[in-house]
């Protein structure tokens, strides 16, 4: 990522993204149709089978939580998430209501997380990164780094550059309108995440980029390589 996409202003502050994905509510779901196989690849290469805690930043309407909770988690796993829009954990808590093991946050946009070091065994961010700067996307990474236990696993997607010729006309069309006016494109552009993976701190176990309806699509599976011990 050059210094032209980190002075970028396009970026929506905590306010508009509240206002945004308030408005955008369940219409969110209907994103499944280009999220669905890349969230199933993270789904898969997450090891969630094996995962006592999960964290996810960017709930919206809930579908990976009850998904994770109802058919991969271990029964008593726990399952933590924090959405920036009231709008959004409304739905998610319809969605979930009846899980026990779950606790949906409602956050001030924060990403300094209220959470001690280590507590947790997969962060989980989907199509979120996407939407944050650059330095926020180091800070989110960084706080993953903290929450993860040893061994822990970072499982993101996000909208990145076109992999075939009309996904790569889509990105620079996708790019045009977010600097014009993000809040038309849910405040995303696409990234290429693996740019912003410090690799002392992370080894990558599963990368790749899919293209459905030409969006291009890429999901990281990452596991936090600094022992805990040698973190405290
Ligand atoms: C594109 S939606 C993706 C929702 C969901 N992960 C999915 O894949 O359908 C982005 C979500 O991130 C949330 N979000 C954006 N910035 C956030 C922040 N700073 N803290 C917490 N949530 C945030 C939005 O409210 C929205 O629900």
Not at 79 to 97: C, F, I, K, N
Not at 166 to 183: E, K, M, Q, V
């Amino acid at each position: 990522m050059n210094q032209t996409e980190r002075s970028r202003s396009s970026y929506l502050t905590v306010a508009q993204t509240r206002r945004v994905y308030d408005r955008i509510g369940r219409i969110q779901d209907l994103q499944a149709f280009y999220e669905h196989r890349a969230v199933a690849r993270l789904v898969a290469c997450g090891d969630f089978e094996h995962a006592g805690s999960v964290f996810e930043l960017g709930y919206g309407t809930g579908a990976l939580a009850k998904r994770l909770l109802t058919r991969h988690l271990p029964v008593d796993a726990r399952y933590t998430g924090v959405d920036v829009s009231p709008r959004m954990h409304e739905l998610a808590r319809r969605r979930l209501q009846g899980i026990s093991r779950s606790e949906l946050l409602v956050s001030d946009g924060s990403l300094r997380f209220p959470f001690g070091d280590a507590v947790f065994d997969r962060f989980v961010a989907a199509y979120v990164l996407d939407l944050l700067s650059p330095d926020h996307i180091d800070l989110v990474l960084a706080e993953a780094h903290r929450l993860l236990a040893g061994g822990g696993l970072l499982c993101l997607a996000n909208l990145t550059e076109g992999a075939t010729r009309p996904a790569r006309l889509l990105t620079r069309i996708w790019r045009t309108l977010w600097s014009l006016h993000p809040a038309l494109v849910g405040g995303c552009r696409p990234i290429t995440i693996t740019d912003y993976l410090d690799r002392m701190s992370w080894s990558i176990r599963h990368h790749t980029r899919g293209t459905t309806l030409a969006i291009t699509s890429e999901v990281v599976v990452a596991i936090n390589s600094t022992p805990a011990d040698a973190r405290r």
